[in-house]
Nanobody, 123 residues
Framework: QVQLTESGGGSLPSGGSMRLSCVAS????????MAWFRQIPGKQREAFGR???????HITSFATGRFNASRDNLKNTPFLQMNSLKPEDSAVYYC?????????????????WGQGTQVTVSA
């Protein structure tokens, strides 16, 4: 069973920066989409950063200009750099991988998930 292990997360004040990473237990995802989701209490898990195996990359509107999703295929690791964090960014953040080069927005198709890491931004 492939495992994704996230690192990063924690508490910080508004305006701060944070970097999350996610290491896969097996080096099998070079041809797959890697994505970042977050879940705010009471809301559905939402995708906001998706990075395909070749050139596709998409950051949703609320994160554009503040967040950057990238990947290092040699290290089998997706990264998420978050800048100018706001209190409304407080959520549990997840990395996910789908066994496909396509990058859907819906959470259901993703096959592997990180354990989730809490990010709390204070005002």
């Amino acid at each position: 069973q492939v495992q994704l292990t996230e690192s990063g997360g924690g508490s910080l004040p508004s305006g701060g920066s944070m970097r999350l990473s996610c290491v896969a237990s097996e080096n099998t995802f070079r041809s797959n989409c890697m994505a970042w989701f977050r879940q705010i209490p009471g809301k559905q898990r939402e995708a906001f950063g998706r990075v395909g195996p070749v050139s596709f990359k998409h950051i949703t509107s609320f994160a554009t200009g503040r967040f950057n999703a990238s990947r290092d295929n040699l290290k089998n690791t997706p990264f998420l750099q978050m800048n100018s964090l706001k209190p409304e960014d407080s959520a549990v953040y997840y990395c996910a991988v789908i066994t496909s080069p396509a990058c859907p927005l819906d959470a259901d198709p993703y096959n592997f998930w990180g354990q989730g890491t809490q990010v709390t931004v204070s005002a």
